[in-house]
């Protein structure tokens, strides 16, 4: 039997003592710098032209003293500049959870590059797309963007105009893109805007509802005022450390939803490592709207949602009724051919059955030996998949919502273990502990993280036993 989340001591950080830490991280700081002079020399050269030398703010959220400079990634390997070949288990948080430039994908791009990036009008594949992605995810009626945050948007603007009511519920420490509606959180049992917002410059409560996930009790409670459009919500946990549903809790939604006249929109832009159809395939649910995004093109800056025909019924009487004008959807790359030709790719050769057995099997065999690295260490931690995707919490198990989510994240701790993972071979994702099989993931890339994993938790644990 799993033990229950419980608070740690404050005589170490989830079983290590800090000085340990300190210590470890200023040694593995040393190692990377080291291993790194042309990464180094290229940021420094190029860094003036970006607002804190990077392109993108969080490329400095890695726990290594400077982000790598990658000089190519392919397969599940990833080169820097510097000549380190790394084994890929980030895979740019799911963007590549297929690998790095699959061979479908890499002939599809040459050969629409001949035909046109962008001209506002479909072609034949994006014609042929549409029955494959409801082979692979359900039977919908789909509209493209260019990521799962619009998808999100969208989705929460139908869904109010079909219903007439204002908010949307999500859950506290969700994660459904930089989408301003969902970026609240729970504070003493109240909803408020989640602290350290950037320029925010309305009330977010307004519009939306937060309550624990796994809480059937506080969602109907919250359904109750009547004023709830939609529910909005991953089907696990997966943006802090990863928190699974309880029996029931999803059919729970659905019953909820339907109770109350308010839409379930279930966002898989993670959780479509589940298998394929996703964990909504994989599991039989049952959403009004369905999001999916990340990797679903194999990379290409891709997202769709999709509506039941019923929704879509009702949506076009709405549509057909409301004033002429901007209707506040849509950009214009969105459903370019690029992206089209790289889904019909990805859902013809690259996401296939046969795929997902071997990411399965990978991701099951990492579990295993991340657990037992655990279970020799003595440390009170354990370890989730949700079919590729894996992650090991550094807290006791399971956690059921994302207070114990919140409470069982130690960056201090999860900094030095990924920076001492980097150092031996090993990229997990920068901002929780999550690590995905791909296709190309091989039991020897596998083995390597394990044994680096085992190695890390083991001079901890013993440093910290002196």
């Not at 180094?40 to 990077?54: H, S, Y």
């Amino acid at each position: 039997m799993s033990r229950p989340f419980t608070d740690q001591t404050m005589a170490s950080i989830a079983g290590v003592r800090p000085h340990v830490l300190d210590a470890f991280r200023a040694q593995e700081t040393a190692k990377f710098v080291a291993a790194r002079p042309r990464c180094r020399a290229a940021l420094d050269a190029g860094a003036t032209p970006w607002l804190n030398g990077v392109p993108m703010h969080w490329m400095r959220d890695w726990p290594s003293p400077f982000p790598l400079v990658v000089k190519k990634a392919k397969g599940a390997r990833l080169t820097d500049l510097d000549g380190n070949r790394l084994d890929d288990f980030c895979l740019g948080d799911t963007g590549s959870m297929f690998g790095h430039a699959p061979p479908a994908i890499a002939r599809a791009i040459r050969r629409q590059a001949k035909r046109g990036l962008t001209y506002m009008l479909p072609s034949k594949a994006a014609l042929r797309a549409g029955a494959m992605m409801s082979a692979h995810f359900g039977e919908f009626i789909w509209q493209m963007t260019l990521s799962a945050t619009d998808a999100n948007r969208n989705a929460l603007r139908v869904a109010r105009a079909i219903t007439g009511k204002r908010k949307v519920l999500v859950f506290n420490g969700c994660y459904h893109g930089t989408l301003e509606d969902t970026m609240v959180e729970l504070s003493a049992g109240q909803t408020v805007a989640r602290a350290g917002l950037v320029g925010q410059g309305f009330d977010l409560t307004e519009g939306a509802v937060c309550v624990e996930f796994n809480d059937l009790e506080g969602v109907a409670e919250a359904l109750a005022q009547g004023d709830v459009a939609a529910i909005l919500t991953e089907p696990v946990m997966t943006n802090s450390c990863m928190v699974l549903p309880q029996p029931g809790f999803l059919k729970g939604l659905r019953t909820l939803a339907d109770a109350h006249g308010a839409l379930l929109i279930i966002d898989e832009t993670h959780t479509q490592s589940s298998g394929r159809g996703g964990y909504t395939g994989q599991h039989r649910l049952s959403p009004d709207i369905f999001v999916i995004g990340k990797c679903v093109a194999g990379g290409m800056p891709t997202a769709l949602w999709g509506m039941t025909a019923a929704v879509a019924e009702r949506f076009q009487t709405y549509d057909a009724a409301r004033p002429s004008g901007h209707s506040g959807m849509g950009t214009t790359l969105a459903g370019n051919p690029m992206q089209f030709a790289c889904l019909e790719a990805t859902l013809a050769n690259v996401a296939t059955p046969e795929a997902f057995d071997h990411m399965n099997a990978g991701a099951a065999r990492l579990v295993k030996g991340l657990g037992s690295a655990i279970e020799q260490a003595d440390l009170p931690w354990h370890v989730l998949r949700v079919g590729a995707r894996v992650e090991f919490i550094c807290a006791p198990g399971p956690l059921l919502n994302g207070t114990q989510a919140a409470a069982a994240h130690h960056p201090s701790l999860e900094g030095a273990l990924h920076l001492g993972l980097l150092n031996r071979g090993c990229l997990i994702a920068p901002f929780h502990n999550m690590m995905l099989v791909s296709p190309v993931t091989t039991d020897d890339q596998i083995d390597r993280l394990i044994t680096a994993f085992t190695q890390v938790i083991t001079e901890l644990k013993d440093a910290t036993n002196v």
